[in-house]
């Protein structure tokens, strides 16, 4: 991750710390910082020789805001780009791609991604108050913030880059109880269905957010709100646990044996990988 880090500012033109800083006192002999000098460089170059040198350019949002990406490493995680790129479009031959409908802010965790394999946080606000900090940080940073994961979602669907579409996931479900109630606003709901397919698993676990982990103080607040379509997979949901307890009560007492608790009230938002997509690296 290090070599990452130094590469990203390598390639952003920030400044990039000493080797001396890198260490608490006492300060490192020379010849062993020299020597770590020439292993840390020795990495670098290798990490650059392995996503190569040939950059190409995405022009994001209205004002289409330049993005210059290593070619092989955006072809490495995205069809879509991989498409654009090698198969003989316009963009091959000028190595120059628009997304106009794309907003910035998503694009920019995206490209994050790209190079550190971690989804970063929205900016910080001037306080500098970390996110988890839920005393002191605005809800509003937290409802974006989510609005951008969900938006960053449905980017990674359109690129076909199923480990960005998991990692999203990971980011939601980890959320904190009050983080989820800006996750479950009938807004979110809203754009989840519109711009995603039937079986898409983000939906499932929206609603399964709703029927395993909200309260029913917060669960009120919604129902009016919500798209017929999305009450319907919810109701739906909640007869699938009904039934699969009513299912599992008869065969318990057709077996006589031992009363344990009923697999049908486990919630499957403990295993965070039943919204995973298959995804090949």
Not at 41 to 67: P, T, W, Y
Not at 77 to 85: D, K, L, T, V
Not at 156 to 181: G, H, Q, T, W, Y
Not at 259 to 272: C, I, N, Q, T, V
């Amino acid at each position: 991750m290090q070599i990452f880090d130094t590469l990203m500012k390598a390639y952003l033109g920030l400044p990039i710390s000493s080797t001396a800083a890198i260490h608490s006192d006492p300060p490192i002999p020379r010849r062993v910082e020299v020597t770590f000098k020439m292993e840390g460089n020795r990495s670098i170059r290798m990490a650059i020789r392995s996503i190569g040198r040939e950059v190409v350019h995405v022009k994001v949002g209205k004002d289409l805001q330049d993005f210059g990406v290593h070619k092989s490493l955006i072809c490495h995680w995205s069809p879509f780009f991989n498409a654009a790129f090698t198969s003989g479009f316009e963009e091959t031959a000028t190595g120059i791609i628009k997304l106009v409908d794309v907003e910035v802010e998503v694009f920019e965790l995206f490209f994050l991604w790209l190079y550190t394999q971690q989804i970063g946080e929205p900016e910080q606000d001037p306080a500098g108050s970390a996110l988890s900090d839920n005393e002191s940080k605005p809800g509003h940073d937290y409802k974006l913030h989510v609005r951008t994961l969900l938006r960053l979602y449905v980017f990674a669907d359109m690129i076909k880059a199923p480990v960005l579409k998991n990692d999203c996931i990971e980011k939601l479900s980890r959320m904190e109880s009050f983080e989820k109630e800006y996750l479950t606003e009938s807004e979110n709901f809203r754009y989840v269905w519109e711009h995603t397919r039937e079986h898409d698993l983000i939906r499932k676990l929206l609603v399964d957010t709703i029927v395993w982990d909200l309260g029913n103080a917060s669960f009120l607040k919604t129902p009016d709100q919500l798209p017929q379509e999305v009450t319907f997979d919810i109701l739906l949901a909640m007869k699938t646990v009904i039934d699969n307890a009513r299912t599992e009560l008869k065969e318990k007492e057709n077996s006589k044996k031992k009363f344990k608790a009923l697999e049908a009230f486990e919630s499957p938002l403990e295993d965070r990988t039943n919204y995973h997509e298959k995804a090949g690296t």
